[in-house]
């Protein structure tokens, strides 16, 4: 089938949907809620099954990971949705603008929303959006990652057992349907993924002046301050480092300490990973790389930055090898003496390398970091709070964790976006309710209609009133 053809067929879709919201109305809260549990009960009612499927696509991937970060988290983020959107719906009154007037705030759907979701984590980055799209009362069409075609199949099937298809539709396919995809006439068009394919999202949607809500990622760094706890710092990382081997969008990306802290981090950092992981290889608590060319871009940044100067430490368990190509298994690795003109250091790894660069005085480090793209997260390790606060100042990025790694993103209450390079836009609970909703302003006049008796003419009984007004 041709681009042009799928695109046609997408339309189809597409519109046949947008009709079907036209024809039925704005959904209504008990419908809303009725849409965020059938989500639960597809994850609760599948969860082993999917499970095996992520298993399957990454050729091996914790099922623990999967159950918490994929399934668990999802669930959590949908029953929030369910217990506050009764007063995210309400309307918003505001104070009386002139005698007699009315003005408020309606929450009005946006319509159809198109979500492009990524492979790290298939089920929390399809379900998660929807539980701001749902809340909101949208419908949406879903266009899963190829690169987990197991799961994205089932999540296929089950959606359709659980929702009709004018309220959610699973589209797959490769990267030319997710072209296709992109440049569709959507209400509102969310998409997680790199920052390069995220460009060429943007300019197809603008293309219809479609609205994005990009989650893009970009390198996230960790400070360690001179005061801080050097073995808090170790075991924080590389928790997150190694939890689905870094393939995620706010793992760290590389790390900032004074020189003279470097070698107790070593220290540290071998005995968290032997703590955790004392194999690897065989080891069902960790997860393999997603795919062949994946592990090949890693293997070939730990081989760039060996060639051009970088102490690369390996903390795989003592026998093991630090990598095996049969299944895609990279221990941890701790890269030393980086310098800029290394690709670890200008491409996101999204893998468990970890490259740690030293700087002499804290400003050092700050400016490096604002000297660089705006990353999704940024966190830093120290106690001093006049340095936590100066650091949160200093720094922009799309959400800051101090004395630990990625802990914001599970908090609900919190919104979840990049900033710059990093992404635009935010969701997750009231967040995202807003994200995916039209605040229409709505008036009702008074019945003397006397706030806009000042712009009908004849004007000449008004001028004295405005010349007044401006020379007062």
């Known amino acids: 089938m041709t681009l042009s053809n799928t695109k046609s067929n997408l339309l189809t879709t597409l519109n046949s949907m947008k009709q079907c919201q036209l024809t039925t109305g704005p959904a209504d809260a008990n419908l809303r809620k009725d849409r965020l549990q059938r989500s639960i009960l597809l994850i609760k009612e599948n969860h082993q099954a999917l499970s095996e499927a992520m298993n399957a696509d990454f050729g091996h991937r914790s099922i623990y ?61 399809a379900f998660g959006p929807l539980s701001g799209v749902f809340a909101a009362g949208n419908t949406a069409m879903l266009k899963p990652s190829e690169l987990t075609p197991k799961t994205s199949a089932l999540l296929a099937k089950l959606v359709s057992h659980y929702f009709a298809p004018e309220e959610l539709t699973v589209i797959l396919g ?28 943007m300019r197809a949607a603008a293309e219809n002046l479609v609205p994005v809500t990009l ?57 968290v990973v032997q703590n955790g992981f004392p194999c690897m290889q065989n080891n069902a608590d960790y997860t393999a ?17 060996t060639n051009k100067g970088a102490t690369v430490i390996s903390l795989a ?15 941890p690795h701790l890269v030393l003496n980086v310098t800029d003109d290394m690709a670890i250091m200008q491409e996101e790894i999204f893998g468990p390398l970890l490259p740690i660069k030293t700087y002499s ?37 799309g959400g800051l964790v101090i004395n630990d790694v990625m802990t914001h993103v599970s908090i609900e209450s919190l919104p979840f976006g ?19 909703t039209h605040a229409k302003a709505v008036v009702l ?28």
């Not at 990049?418 to 995916?436: I, L, N, S, T």
């Open 215 to 271: 989650e893009l990622g970009g390198k996230s760094p960790v400070m360690v301050d001179e005061d801080a706890d050097i073995v808090q710092a170790a075991e924080r990382t590389l928790t997150i480092k190694t939890f689905n081997v870094g393939q995620i969008c706010l793992a760290p990306d590389y790390m900032l300490m004074p020189q003279a802290k470097v070698d107790t981090f070593v220290e540290a950092a071998k005995s």
């Open 174 to 201: 490769d990267a030319e349907v997710g072209q296709a995809f992109s440049s569709l006439p959507f209400d509102h068009l969310v998409f997680t993924g790199s920052t390069a394919v995220g460009k060429h999202v």
């Open 418 to 436: 990049g900033v710059g390079p990093a992404g635009m836009g935010a969701y997750h609970g009231v967040h995202g309710f807003r994200r995916f």
């Open 289 to 305: 790389i997603i795919n062949e060319r994946h592990y090949q871009r890693l293997i070939g940044l730990l081989e760039d930055a």
């Open 361 to 397: 005085q804290p400003e050092e480090a700050i400016n490096y970091i604002n000297a660089n793209p705006r990353p999704l997260a940024a966190y830093y390790f120290g106690n001093n709070s006049q340095h936590q606060h100066a650091f949160a100042h200093s720094t922009t990025s």
């Open 317 to 331: 368990p003592q026998g093991e090898v630090p990598y095996d190509k049969t299944n895609r298994k990279i221990a």
């Open 445 to 472: 006049q008074s019945e003397d209609g006397a706030s806009n008796l000042r712009l009908r003419a004849p004007y000449h009984a008004m001028q004295p009133a405005i010349e007044a007004f401006l020379n007062s």
């Open 65 to 125: 990971q999967s159950s918490v970060a994929d399934l668990a988290t999802t669930i959590k983020m949908l029953q929030y949705s369910i217990d506050n959107l009764s007063n995210w719906m309400k309307d918003e009154r505001i104070e009386e603008p002139a005698p007699g007037v009315q003005a408020w705030i309606q929450q009005q759907p946006l319509g159809v929303i198109g979500i492009i979701s990524p492979w790290n984590f298939p089920i929390n980055l």
